[in-house]
């Protein structure tokens, strides 16, 4: 075998070429998304669309952020903005503790028919959503949640656990279950095992599983708009409204700035725990 | 009534019986070696003392108590596992403290027994670390300290040793039995390596095929094996079991062994060497069990044996090992191997006069497999 050789230069460079044309090509509609969210409508109209503004202005986000008609009354993306969080936290928070618990229970507690059980909590992350709409429709109905955030957070829950089983059954099933059985030698019990011991050593899994839920929850528009009210609408059903309001001219800019702002809290959770996100996924697959 | 009573206990997963009546009794301070194969049924029934399994019929009791309702943590033992089970996300401190904080055993308290602890095992330098961060003898170390703070009536071992290397593993048992030696606790210790078990145990129960083969003191266990499992399985290299016949000689019983060449090898095997009463069995195929030791050179012949006997035999292999030179012969149609003294003179390939000790012979029988002399 040939020891690390000095390549050719005109190789880097043609590499690095086309990296750069493939990172231009990608950034292209970002690009598009934040020079226009800075403009006023005139330069937008004018036929200017990929040019930089040339009067800055931050006027489209204030009203795409606090002043947009998007329902009946002039209130911009707030309050949608804040109902998206007030359904993604706990939604979240639950499928994940649940999906924890599920795995925990299924590996380290494993009765007879467990696999069986697991089989049907699988089946669940196979079910298209369509077909649960009129179902879990009347289901909120009874249960009193129907048009409400705890309803959306209680349909995202349904929805979340197959995966988040899934995840924490297949992350605890190479946890060591002789951990387990010192902890009960040593007087621990079912939860308190679970808080102490197995929570505290399940932090790629939960990262994952985390950016997993809050991705699809905070994103989904069908369970947003078909089971929430005027007052509960999730960000992206309020987004569709924007975009989509038939009074007046389109105010191309501000549905530019009501993007940006529907997509940050996604990317801002990519963020700061996407390194982590990698880790989770392999992890197991390499000794270590 | 013992220390720990385990009386007709058995296990069985469904149908599948892996561990049968079992009936131990060890008394306090004892030490206690489980050995055997794997599979034998050794860690399961470590694990029913424990209480992590369940136990399907028959008794556990400690000091007297019925156990097999009872759950671990209120057994009051303290388990060391193989892979010796340190809680990763915590401190080698938090480790220790953690059975106590669960036993609600106040601050202040903890912090004393955990310097005792780390002054008994010298792990005070890396009490804050996390066991990732240690090494293989480190952590077991930490494993100990974490069984020692409880003061158990009963310490289980659940093959301590097997994850370290060989050097490591040879100073931490020694570890261990000075630890034994110190505080006098009662031990029951799982094992697969002889060695272990007749190096750290005050008995040994020999287990096979979910049966006890036999339950005794290491000596016991090494010089009168009951059967040929246990012959076979304690001691390094293992006994040679030869086929070999009964026959009548001048003195009372000979036993004869077939050398390659067809031609005969006969000792005597008489009232020197054993109380059995061999006088009707001539003719009778039996298997002859010697140990390395006990076919040796003539000066490597213990001189306190009352019946050493000398044979001819051709050497195949000599394999020199430093203090010891291991010869092997081909001896009622199998390899045997003798242990000589390291100038021994023994040559691949040329005859050589070789010592049995009768004395440490024994006989079974090849279809029970049982002791016979």
């Known amino acids: 075998m040939s020891t690390a050789t000095r390549s050719n230069p005109w190789g880097?460079?043609?590499?690095?070429?086309?990296?750069?044309?493939?990172?231009?090509?990608?950034?292209?509609?970002?690009?598009?998304?934040?020079?226009?969210?800075?403009?006023?409508?005139?330069?937008?109209?004018?036929?200017?669309?990929?040019?930089?503004?040339?009067?800055?202005?931050?006027?489209?986000?204030?009203?795409?952020?606090?002043?947009?008609?998007?329902?009946?009354e002039a209130t911009g993306l707030r309050p949608y903005f804040i109902n998206s969080f007030l359904m993604v936290i706990p939604a979240v928070a639950i499928t994940t503790i649940l999906g924890a618990l599920n795995g925990y229970v299924l590996t380290k507690w494993s009765f007879r028919g467990s696999t069986l059980i697991f089989g049907f909590i699988l089946f669940g992350c196979f079910i298209p959503f369509q077909v649960v709409l009129i179902p879990m429709a009347r289901t909120l109905g009874l249960l009193g949640l129907a048009g409400s955030v705890p309803g959306l957070v209680f349909v995202h829950v349904v929805y979340g656990i197959s995966f988040s089983t899934l995840y924490f059954r297949n992350y605890y099933t190479s946890f060591p279950t002789e951990l387990v059985r010192a902890a009960q030698i040593d007087g621990a019990g079912f939860f308190t095992i679970f808080w102490r011991i197995m929570l505290p050593s399940s932090g790629?899994?939960?990262?994952?599983?985390?950016?997993?839920?809050?991705t699809n929850i905070w994103n989904d528009f069908l369970f947003g708009a078909s089971f929430s009210d005027f007052d509960s609408q999730p960000m992206t059903v309020a987004l569709n409204n924007l975009v989509q309001s038939s009074t007046g001219v389109k105010e191309y800019n501000v549905h530019f700035a009501g993007a940006i702002i529907a997509a940050l809290p996604t990317l801002l959770v990519y963020v700061v725990a996407g390194r982590f996100f990698v880790r989770g996924l392999m992890s197991g697959s390499v000794k270590g | 009534m013992s220390f720990l009573d385990i009386e007709n206990a058995t296990k069985s997963y469904g149908a599948a019986r892996v561990l049968n009546e079992t009936n131990i009794s060890v008394e306090e301070g004892e030490f206690l070696v489980l050995v055997g194969p794997s599979g034998c049924g050794k860690s399961t029934l470590l694990n029913m003392i424990a209480g992590l399994e369940t136990v399907t019929s028959g008794e556990i009791r400690i000091r007297g108590k019925r156990m097999n309702e009872v759950k671990p943590a209120e057994r009051n033992i303290a388990m060391v596992f193989q892979s010796y089970a340190l809680y990763p996300n915590m401190t080698v401190r938090g480790n220790i403290s953690f059975g106590m904080e669960m036993q609600g055993v106040p601050k202040p308290e903890r912090e004393k027994k955990i310097a005792e602890v780390a002054d008994l095992l010298?792990?005070?330098?890396?009490?804050?670390?996390?066991?990732?961060?240690?090494?293989?003898?480190?952590?077991?170390r930490v494993a100990m300290g974490r069984a020692l703070t409880r003061d158990p009536d009963l310490f289980l071992f659940d093959e301590p040793l097997s994850n370290l290397d060989a050097k490591l593993r040879v100073d931490m048992r020694t570890e261990i039995k000075k630890l034994h030696q110190k505080l006098g606790t009662t031990i029951v210790y799982?094992?697969?390596?002889?060695?272990?078990?007749?190096?750290?145990?005050?008995?040994?129960?020999?287990?096979?095929?979910?049966?006890?083969?036999?339950?005794?003191?290491?000596?016991?266990?090494?010089n009168n094996p009951v059967n040929m499992f246990v012959a076979g399985f304690m001691g390094s290299p293992s006994m040679n079991l030869l086929a070999a016949t009964l026959r009548q000689g001048a003195d009372g019983m000979e036993v004869e062994l077939a050398r390659p060449d067809a031609s005969k090898v006969r000792l005597p095997f008489s009232a020197a060497t054993t109380q059995a009463d061999l006088s009707d069995m001539d003719g009778r195929e039996v298997v002859f069990g010697i140990r390395p030791e006990a076919l040796t050179d003539s000066e490597g012949a213990t001189p306190a044996s009352q019946a050493i006997h000398y044979a001819?035999?051709?050497?195949?292999?000599?394999?020199?090992?430093?203090s010891d030179t291991f010869v092997t012969v081909t001896l009622g149609g199998k390899d045997a191997i003798g242990r000589l003294r390291a100038n021994a003179k023994a040559v691949a390939g040329k005859t050589f006069t070789f010592a049995f000790d009768m004395e440490k012979a024994m006989l079974f029988d090849p279809e029970t497999q049982q002791r016979i002399a």
């Open chain 1, 204 to 214: 790629p899994i939960a990262v994952v599983c985390v950016i997993w839920l809050f």
């Open chain 1, 12 to 72: 880097r460079l043609a590499l690095y070429l086309v990296l750069g044309l493939f990172c231009i090509y990608y950034l292209t509609p970002l690009y598009v998304m934040l020079i226009n969210s800075f403009k006023p409508l005139g330069e937008i109209t004018s036929g200017g669309m990929v040019a930089l503004p040339q009067d800055w202005t931050s006027e489209p986000w204030q009203k795409a952020w606090s002043e947009a008609q998007v329902g009946v």
């Open chain 2, 190 to 222: 799982v094992t697969h390596d002889q060695i272990e078990a007749l190096t750290l145990s005050t008995r040994i129960a020999v287990m096979f095929g979910g049966d006890v083969q036999q339950l005794g003191t290491p000596d016991e266990i090494y």
């Open chain 2, 312 to 322: 001819d035999i051709l050497v195949d292999v000599v394999e020199p090992a430093g």
């Open chain 2, 122 to 140: 010298q792990i005070k330098p890396f009490l804050d670390r996390k066991p990732g961060q240690l090494s293989g003898g480190q952590r077991q």
